[in-house]
């Protein structure tokens, strides 16, 4: 039974559990006086099912009637006849075998995703970085919980999900959620015990439920996080041998086969401990959220070759120690491959091998693919010599051909050869993603070891990796998610390429507060939690990614400075034909503006929410033996109190309000006090609220002049019907609004 008590109005709304153990709750509502309401914040998260509901409904109107609920009102239902009637044959026989991937608590797991938290997240200024401007996240709790706070804000606007979830080895932890079972009851739901309860089977690693727990896990969260990508999203997964067959299956179902893209094979290194085989690599599952939008945008993936800053810094030296020497470049060139390791990712690029004077290419074929291409005399146009005809004809037309030779693309090679054309190294520096990709696994650990003086956390994923995934399927204003945060490489990961390419990414980082081992490294450096290495990590990152861009900024500006004095231009030869090249200056200058536009709009800030509690009282009484006019008692007691949690401040109730409202919560916010009265103004008039237990007309005015979207008070503030009456009328004179906008925009807690 529920009763739902309100200031004038009472209504009680009964609900029947099984047996007499459904406990009473009571909880202040304001509800409707003449023509007016009063908003009450439900102060709950999203339902995955009402979201699922949603979208049924628009695509399918038909199968839904209208009914009345068990207060009267009119909602919209499935009607099941309906749905089978638009559906036709394509209906499962309930019977009928089918293939799936199922497990013990697989349906708990789902309900458990669908299920709406009263959770809120509590804001940390104190221990955020750069509050009032960033527009990062970092957020700690239960990955779930948070998953389903942030729906109604985030529904469809994450472009790319990374996480790196437990590996389910043994020696990791698994969230204990509350579709976790007894041992007796998995028994029982498997079969493991006999008809007189006797066990059958040991519980030992390979049993099903150490797979069971952890597919729970992974399986409820998927369902929530999929709701938040964009059309075009997409999400990359870490994992590797223990649970990779079991994750394709959950992720065929939560995202659907059909937007399969990819299983990533990193290959980390050789491990020497191995018995039988050295297993030295893991995997990157790649779904996206449709693959027909992305084909329908004819969506292309690429990503900037391995090894090119290594091949470039090469052919810096071999300029300078051969300059003009083209022949000589290339000979050095071709000498510098062949003496790189055979893993060396510069490797893959040895066939850019030959040096003009416009920089490294690679004489391609200039033949038609197959044969049957056009057949035409070329004539090279220093030597006048007719070049060899290629047997499969010329790849393209005599028209284009002649744009190339004017172009200097073709290289005619000894008389009475087949030419090539050029295809220059900085025009092919980007490539088709590979599936298959090397990348030292010792490297990440290193460079954290590096940055806290000490091995704080075991296996560091690399961010140099995740810059790539970023590269793959972010743009420069996408918003990421990372709901297994860990060391916060993925927080890294987005300033580093925001760094490289002038971007203004995002990221929203999830990690439960796992306390680190007693008798750690973490510990002994002060590090109580996994959270803890996280922000210190986002913070030396940050500060050390904007140094090195102020480092190359110092070193433009110092080219600047030769160019206006003239600096070594006599002991220098190739200075001065720079200084004279005014293509180069002008380079220069735009490289200047970049750098300086990437330090302002680096964002190495972050914003620290936690999950707690609800700001709201909930008062559960047992329901078996009241009488109704023990009912009335306790309504009235009930009016005395005030709903709100004692020691919620003003910014915990901001926060929990924006996430029952849907409001980014790293928008801007500002405070402004009039007359006493404290304004909470968010995006600049998005949300204005007002948590003093009385407001004035002064402070109505002041709010009513931003032309706010949404209004937000203490239920105090409707203590009388009178009350109520004048701040819905002053809002509606002021700001212009009906009746039916008046209740919808105004709210209280």
């Known amino acids: 039974m529920h009763i739902s008590v309100t200031k004038g109005i009472f209504s009680i709304f009964v609900y029947f559990a099984r047996g007499n153990e459904s406990p009473l709750m009571i909880r202040k509502e304001t509800n409707t006086t003449g023509n007016m309401s009063a908003k009450k914040m439900k102060l709950t998260s999203a339902s995955h099912s009402d979201f699922m509901l949603e979208a049924l409904r628009q695509i399918a109107p038909a199968a839904f009637t209208e009914v ?36 013990i608590g697989k349906q708990g797991a ?67 959620d509350d579709f976790s079972m007894s041992q007796e009851k998995y028994d029982k739901l498997a079969g493991n015990v006999d008809a007189e309860g ?32 964009t059309q075009d999203g997409v999400i990359f997964i870490s994992i590797d041998d223990n649970e990779v067959h079991h994750l394709r299956m959950i992720c065929d179902e939560v995202f659907g086969a059909s937007n399969f893209v990819a299983e990533l094979i990193w290959a980390a290194g050789r491990k020497n401990d191995s018995k039988l085989i050295s297993v030295s690599h893991e995997y990157i599952l790649c779904y996206v959220k449709s693959l027909d939008v992305l084909k329908e945008a004819k969506t292309i993936w690429r990503e900037r070759k391995d090894g090119l800053d290594d091949i470039y810094k090469a052919y810096k030296k071999i300029k300078k120690d051969y300059p003009n ?92 050869s087949v030419p090539t054309k050029k295809s220059y190294l900085k025009d092919r520096e980007t490539s088709v993603p590979y599936s298959v990709f ?41 918003l990421i998610l990372d709901f297994f945060s860990g060391s916060a490489t993925t927080a890294h990961a987005v300033m580093q390429l925001n760094a490289e390419d002038g971007g203004k990414r995002k990221y ?71 200084i004279k090249d005014e293509a180069t200056r002008e380079q220069a200058k735009q490289e200047l503006k970049a750098i300086n536009e990437r330090i302002q709009n680096l964002d190495k800030g972050f914003r620290v929410l936690r999950v707690d509690t609800s700001n709201m009282k909930e008062v559960y009484f047992e329901a078996s033996n009241l009488t109704q006019d023990q009912l009335s008692e306790q309504v009235d007691l009930l009016e005395q109190v005030d709903s709100i949690e ?100 105004i709210h209280i807690i």
């Open 508 to 578: 929203i980082c999830v990690q439960l507060p796992v306390k680190t081992p007693e008798g750690s490294e973490a510990r002994k450096a002060g590090y109580d939690t996994i959270c803890e290495i996280g922000k210190k990590r986002i913070r030396s990152a940050g500060e050390d990614i904007l140094g090195k861009l102020y480092t190359k900024r110092e070193e433009i500006l110092s080219n600047f400075d030769r160019f206006a004095i003239g600096e070594d231009v006599d002991k220098d030869p190739e200075l001065w034909q720079y």
């Open 646 to 745: 004692s020691g919620r401040e003003d910014l915990n109730l901001l926060f929990g309000c924006m996430v029952d409202l849907g409001m980014e919560l790293s928008l801007p916010i500002r405070k402004e006090t009039v007359d006493s009265s404290d304004l909470y103004i968010v995006n600049e008039g998005a949300l204005v609220a007002c948590f003093d237990a009385a407001i004035d007309l002064k402070a109505i005015g002041s709010i009513a002049s931003i032309q706010p979207q949404h209004v937000l008070f203490r239920e105090s503030c409707f203590a009388t019907d009178a009350d109520k009456l004048n701040i819905y009328e002053q809002f509606k004179q002021r700001c212009g609004w009906s009746t039916e906008e008046s209740s919808r925009r």
């Open 110 to 176: 789902k309900r458990d995703a669908a299920e709406p938290t009263r959770k809120t997240l509590r804001p940390d200024v104190d221990d955020s970085v750069d509050w009032d401007t960033t527009g990062n996240l970092y957020i700690e709790g239960d990955n779930l919980e948070v998953l389903k706070l942030l729906q109604r804000a985030y529904l469809g606007k994450v472009k790319m999900i990374y996480i790196d979830p437990p590996y389910n080895t043994g020696n990791d932890f698994v969230y204990l």
């Open 198 to 229: 006797k066990r059958l089977r040991a519980n030992v690693k390979t049993h099903a439920r150490y797979h069971s727990d952890w597919c729970s896990m992974l399986y409820s969260r998927l369902l929530v996080a999929r709701s938040l990508l």
């Open 438 to 478: 090397y990348k030292d696994g010792r490297a990440a650990t290193q460079r954290l070891m590096k940055m806290f003086g000490g091995k704080v956390f075991e296996n560091p994923k690399d961010e140099e990796v995740l810059t790539r995934l970023l590269n793959i399927g972010s743009g420069k204003d996408s």
């Open 68 to 103: 009345r609920d068990e207060h009267g009102e009119l909602t919209h239902k499935v009607d099941f006849e309906a749905l089978k009637e638009l559906l036709g044959d394509n209906i499962s026989n309930s019977n009928a075998e089918r293939f799936g991937f199922y497990w």
């Open 325 to 416: 020497d083209y022949e000589e470049q290339t000979r050095a060139l071709k000498a510098w491959y062949k003496s790189l390791a055979s893993n060396h990712p510069a490797r893959a690029h040895k066939h850019y091998s030959c040096v003009d004077h416009r920089g490294i290419y690679f004489p391609s074929d200039i033949s038609w693919p197959g044969g049957g291409g056009p057949i035409y005399d070329l004539v090279n146009p220093v030597t006048g010599i007719k070049a060899a005809t290629p047997s499969r004809g010329w790849l393209t037309n005599e028209q284009t051909m002649s744009e190339w030779v004017k172009e200097g693309l073709v290289d005619f090679g000894e008389p009475g």
